[in-house]
């Protein structure tokens, strides 16, 4: 047939620690794959899953195995295995990925508790985001691409103060204490995952402001960001800064893109990952006009645009998006359009090889 059986559905994983932009970053995902985002099939209005007419987005949360009081009980944290059914969540990533709808959980964030399942049928594209999407060996075999968000634990703090504290009335000490809570489960279960990523955004406290005195309330809102990108992975090729394979220093700043302190620095640079070749882009500082952006984008290569300027189109769209004015923002969009390209060469091999795509 050629229904999504025969086409199969392309799975990418998102990892990150909760707070890390996972959000933020599908919504500029599924903004740059088009289509409008319709509700999910069941009408369960506490369902965490997104589903457009390009992309299904699916919240590894739902295959906790443990509800809250589980939780509670066994002592262990959402972010240990032992808290998510893997079984689970492989069989119905390997039903999706072979053309069959699956009956999923829906956890519910707001009483802690599993709810009724919701319909998912095979999509174009699905992606999975959460704490472990890079976690179990199975899955991770069912991965077309994987991405990591790793934000560094200044930056995460700082994020968490902005947030929690200014939004939420949480005290500094009671941020402080749930961070360090998570910390050693995190770095058994979740940082781990980032060797396996094909292109990891790590967010780091800005090099552009001397660090002489304890105040970083500077750093907060400066960031100094890295697009990994692994090299020799099928259909994505890493974007670039003047001259492939290159390493370049550029600040920008000048006649076409307006500075105020402490300014933008841009670096693109050859580097080993884990052991693995690697290419990486870095933006330190932020935009003051988005607009400008395009002094930026032009400079690129390998950005998997459609028409000129779409880079810059996406930011200055969702300009009210955290991190729009800096690196998170700007990789954030470059990783959604390497998506949609990936996809799309996918899409076309499949149609040049219809052999293969009746075996895949
Ligand atoms: P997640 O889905 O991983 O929990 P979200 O995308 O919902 O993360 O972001 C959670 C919060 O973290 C945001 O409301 C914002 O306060 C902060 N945040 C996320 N990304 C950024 C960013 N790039 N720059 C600044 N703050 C950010």
Redesign the pocket.
Known sequence: TCSAAGRGTVVIGLA????????????RLTSVLGGEAVAPRGGNPDSNTLISDAATVVCLDDYHSLDRTGRKEKGVTALHPRANDFDLMYRQVKAIKEGRAVEKPIYNHATGLLDRPELITPPKILVL?GLHPMYDERVRGLLDFSIY?D?SNE?KFA??I??DMA?RGHSLESIKASIEARKPDFDAYIDPQKQHADAVIE?LPTRLIPDDDDDDDDEGKV?RVKLIMKEGVKHFAPAYLFDEGSTISWIPCGRKLSCSYPGIKFAYFPDTYFGREVSVLEMDGKFDKLDEVIYVESHLRNLSTKYYREVTQQMLKHAD????N?G??LF?TIVGLKIRDLYEQIVADRAASPALAAVA
Do not use: H, I, Y
């Not at 990150?16 to 919504?27: H, I, Q, V, Y």
């Not at 998006?321 to 729009?324: I, K, L």
């Open positions: 990150a620690d909760s707070g890390c932009g996972k959000s933020t970053f599908m919504r985001e968000l934000v930056v994020w968490k902005q947030r939004e967010v960031q998006f955290p991190g729009s800096n998170t923002g954030q």
